[in-house]
């Protein structure tokens, strides 16, 4: 817990804290002290001093246009003040107080999305001054600028490569695994990260209009924009305050008597709204966290209990963010295990991604790879050598046509007919195999899907900044008829506010920095951190500390009985205040009882309202 939220509930518990302490003082005096006027001093001076800063946030609320709980428990500390009964009234201040900070403890952090991911910005770039390079402040680039991007620098702008070759990190951004290799010509958007080799380039924009800083300020309108949900405990003071004021106006038309007055309100303050709400959410959040859930406020609790539409992206959320090998495709006399297992000779020593994954499944497939020597790799394009005597090259068939001239014509009739994403294996100086890779759906993902469906999410649509083909490929195997390919972090969302606009409870879950504007943006998103977390989990409202799916679908099933539970408990509160409240306008319950019978309805509260932390 960070220390301003620890902050908040140490200032917020100060109040009930000093009720607490003014009836124990109270108490005290009346035991040890022989002038019985010791005690009602005490609570009678404590109750203007605590009382005074509550009715004045009620009043402040009031003339803002909010008619909350709290406006009953204000009219129940001004009666029992006039009245001089402020035994009654220091309860009232104990509950309302006690309450606002349970509140503020299940209210949980604010997101610092926008700090996180301007901390993560580069604040220098080297642009070439003369024969050399000048360490400038990134505010600095103008369009046209000749920058130096060395390996393992990010980029500081949209730009244009000029010069050089390297593999490019660009998984940040679009959420796709593989990196971009970049050569004279390739577009490259800043916050992409460099790989092996330094690249020239060419500004293309001002670092403040670049891809990266639209994403920070996404992520800050997005959250600038996001309506709070309305507490539950409002929705039904809205009818309850008033019925509390018309039955205090017709016990004192009926007997002309204030102190039964003070009695209605004293049992009718609305501590079940007040306290039924923050204990079940506590409770909730607790039990979340114990599925490795972490929620983050209780607004966010509440909406995972109404969300009916589900938005994933795609890789990293519904597939495992990795490619494997498919299949081997063999070309010529050497068996598919053969070829597979040649090629894991050259590429064990490459740290591409598909180079790992392309020995893990000759690893799986025909056991250690062979020794290769002479090893030569081109960053992002390809790598050869020689292994057992054979002469073995393993990458693009744009590379390979080029070290292999004679075959450039049969290598791009091949790369035609290829789909996907895939590498080729020259064995000898002949077309061997094709590797096709693809990204593995995660384990189970129709068996969530089919869990949100029965939590009652009526729609589930898929956004991906992958190609449009390769997202409706995924989508018809997993039944999802809704999606979009080929999304930039600004067209998710887009689609997440259109959603929400529509009266939408939406849930939106990623995993990468270019889903955190559209998690900001949906009523609930919900991060997985087994990729990272970071930016993604600080722009999200729930984080999943452990990298399953099915947690999605807990997390729902968590919020739906979190506020069930908390709605029963409001409604027997409120159903036991109503009969007190009748009885005590007929003149049975003088105002200290009331206060009394009123925390006994409130331990009852409690007690069913903390079923929501057990399992």
């Given at each position: 817990?960070?220390?301003?939220?620890?902050?908040?509930?140490?200032?917020?518990?100060?109040?009930?804290?000093?009720?607490?302490?003014?009836?124990?003082?109270?108490?005290?005096?009346?035991?040890?002290?022989?002038?019985?006027?010791?005690?009602?001093s005490i609570w009678f001076l404590g109750l203007v001093v605590l009382g005074a800063p509550v009715v004045w946030r009620t009043v402040r609320g009031m003339l803002r246009g909010?008619?909350?709980?709290?406006?009953?428990?204000?009219?129940?500390?001004?009666?029992?003040?006039?009245?001089?009964?402020?035994?009654?009234?220091?309860?009232?201040?104990?509950?309302?107080?006690?309450?606002?900070a349970l509140e503020?403890?299940?209210?949980?952090?604010?997101?610092?999305?926008?700090?996180?991911?301007?901390?993560?910005?580069?604040?220098?770039?080297?642009?070439?001054?003369?024969?050399?390079?000048?360490?400038?402040?990134?505010?600095?680039?103008?369009?046209?600028?000749r920058l130096l991007v060395r390996p393992g620098e990010m980029f500081p702008c949209d730009a244009e490569v000029l010069a050089g070759r390297s593999a490019v990190d660009t998984s940040r951004l679009t959420g796709e695994p593989v990196p971009v290799t970049a050569e004279v010509g390739t577009l490259l958007p800043s916050g992409a990260l460099n790989g092996e080799g330094p690249l020239e380039v060419r500004a293309l924009k001002p670092s403040a209009e670049s891809l990266y800083a639209r994403i920070v300020e996404l992520v800050r309108s997005a959250q600038e924009s996001k309506a709070p949900l309305q507490r539950l405990a409002d929705r039904y003071a809205v009818w309850f305050t008033p019925l509390t004021l018309l039955a205090c106006a017709v016990a004192y038309?009926?007997?002309?008597?204030?102190?039964?007055?003070?009695?209605?309100?004293?049992?009718?303050?609305?501590?079940?709204?007040?306290?039924?709400?923050?204990?079940?959410?506590?409770?909730?959040?607790?039990?979340?966290?114990?599925r490795m859930i972490i929620v983050r406020?209780?607004?966010?609790?509440?909406?995972?209990?109404?969300?009916?539409?589900?938005?994933?992206?795609?890789?990293?959320t519904l597939t495992v963010g990795r490619p494997v090998v498919a299949r081997v495709e063999a070309l010529g006399t050497l068996s598919a295990n053969d070829a597979l297992r040649l090629a894991a000779g050259v590429e064990v020593g490459s740290a591409h991604l598909l180079a790992s994954t392309l020995v893990d499944a000759a690893r799986a497939a025909t056991g250690a790879p062979p020794e290769a020597t002479g090893v030569n790799e081109a960053p992002g394009r390809g790598i050869a050598g020689t292994v057992e005597g054979h002469d073995v090259a393993v990458g693009s068939p744009r590379w390979l046509a080029e070290r292999y001239a004679a075959r450039a014509a049969e290598l791009t009739t091949l790369a035609d007919r290829a789909e996907g994403l895939r590498a080729f294996v020259m064995v000898d100086g002949v077309p061997a195999a094709i590797v096709h890779y693809a990204d593995a759906l995660r384990p189970g993902v129709p068996q969530v899907l089919a869990r949100l469906r029965a939590l009652?999410?009526?729609?589930?649509?898929?956004?991906?900044?992958?190609?449009?083909?390769?997202?409706?490929?995924?989508?018809?195997?997993?039944?999802?008829?809704?999606?979009?390919?080929?999304?930039?972090?600004?067209?998710?969302?887009?689609i997440v506010q259109e959603l929400v606009a529509r009266g939408e409870a939406v849930l939106m879950v990623g995993d990468g920095t270019n889903d955190a504007p559209a998690?900001?943006?949906?009523?609930?998103?919900?991060?997985?951190?087994?990729?990272?977390?970071?930016?993604?989990?600080?722009?999200?409202d729930a984080v999943l500390l452990v990298d399953e799916l099915d947690r999605v679908a807990d997390a729902i099933e968590i919020g739906q009985r979190t506020i069930r539970v908390a709605r029963q408990s409001i409604g027997w509160g409120l159903g036991l205040s109503g009969v007190a409240m009748l009885v005590a306008g007929a003149g049975y319950i003088p105002p200290t009882i009331g206060a009394l019978v009123q925390e006994a309805i409130d331990v009852a509260v409690i007690l069913n309202a903390l079923r929501t932390s057990r399992a």
């Open positions: 817990m960070s220390d301003g939220r620890w902050a908040r509930i140490a200032r917020a518990s100060v109040e009930p804290l000093a009720a607490l302490g003014v009836l124990a003082l109270g108490l005290a005096a009346r035991l040890f002290v022989v002038d019985d006027r010791i005690t009602p909010e008619f909350a709980t709290d406006v009953v428990a204000m009219l129940a500390i001004l009666v029992a003040v006039i009245q001089l009964q402020p035994l009654a009234g220091l309860v009232i201040v104990l509950m309302q107080t006690g309450g606002e503020r403890y299940a209210e949980g952090r604010a997101s610092r999305a926008v700090r996180e991911l301007e901390a993560a910005a580069p604040r220098i770039a080297h642009r070439q001054q003369g024969d050399g390079w000048d360490d400038i402040d990134v505010d600095a680039i103008a369009v046209g600028d038309l009926l007997s002309g008597d204030w102190l039964r007055v003070l009695s209605v309100l004293v049992v009718a303050t609305p501590c079940p709204l007040i306290l039924a709400t923050p204990v079940a959410i506590i409770g909730g959040i607790n039990r979340a966290a114990r406020t209780g607004s966010a609790l509440e909406g995972l209990s109404r969300v009916r539409v589900a938005v994933f992206d795609k890789t990293g009652g999410v009526a729609r589930t649509l898929l956004l991906s900044g992958d190609h449009g083909p390769n997202a409706e490929k995924i989508a018809r195997s997993l039944g999802i008829t809704e999606v979009r390919g080929d999304l930039l972090p600004q067209d998710k969302v887009t998690l900001a943006s949906a009523t609930v998103g919900i991060a997985l951190a087994g990729h990272g977390g970071g930016i993604t989990a600080e722009a999200a």
